[in-house]
């Protein structure tokens, strides 16, 4: 299919394609004075052009760009927008909720309070999930080397404070607690660490520096 084809809609003895129909059931804002997108399967294409009635001199003029819009012919329509599924991320049904507001298709879904409410909401299920899915990372990483306990490995520094001494080794890439020998290192120190204890559902790993 290419852009503009027709694509057997009959309205009136007349075929309209994908485009016109959606233009007339959903009222798209665009005029139909305007001229069509050119054909093409881009959404859009940088394309550089010479200002009309300019005639450049080799090294005398810097090329302009623009963007320029192709249309989408895989659907014949000029105008295209896409989303993420509302159905997997509350914060896209609030965004959409929203548009559908916007372009006038009922009042505002949400006061200004409500609206701040959610948006904290958001943020906070945001940083939830990434807890969680931080916990997964080191609960596997856990189970990876649950059967390598006494195994050595090279190492590198990743944090260095009163809390504690963290190293990552790279062959499997893993994190993990020095719980013994931690004194005098800072973060960026190459080391050489022992495998002393995992603990999967807990996500720790616990390793011993050898001097």
Request: proline share 7%.
């Amino acid at each position: 299919m290419s852009h503009g084809e027709l694509i057997g809609s009959q309205t009136g003895g007349e075929s309209e394609n994908l485009g016109t129909r959606l233009a007339r059931l959903f009222r798209s804002p665009r005029s139909t004075g305007d001229p069509p997108a050119p054909p093409g399967g881009e959404l859009q294409e940088t394309v550089e052009f010479v200002p009309e009635g300019v005639e450049p001199a080799e090294g005398e003029w810097t090329p302009r760009f623009a963007m320029v819009w192709r249309g989408y012919d895989r659907l014949a329509v000029d105008d295209y927008t896409h989303s993420t599924a509302p159905n997997r991320r509350f914060p896209d049904l609030i965004t959409q909720r929203l548009l559908k507001s916007a372009l006038g298709a009922g009042p505002a879904p949400y006061g200004a309070d409500e609206l701040g409410t959610l948006a904290a909401h958001c943020t906070e299920q945001e940083g939830n999930a990434a807890k969680v899915e931080r916990h997964v990372r080191k609960s596997a990483a856990a189970l990876l080397l649950a059967k390598r306990i006494g195994q050595r490995f090279d190492a590198i520094v990743t944090g260095a404070s009163d809390k504690g001494t963290w190293v990552r080794i790279f062959e499997p890439l893993a994190e993990g607690r020095v719980v013994k020998g931690s004194q005098g290192l800072d973060v960026g120190d190459r080391v050489r660490v022992e495998l002393l204890h995992t603990d999967v559902p807990r996500g720790f790993i616990d390793f011993t520096v050898l001097r």
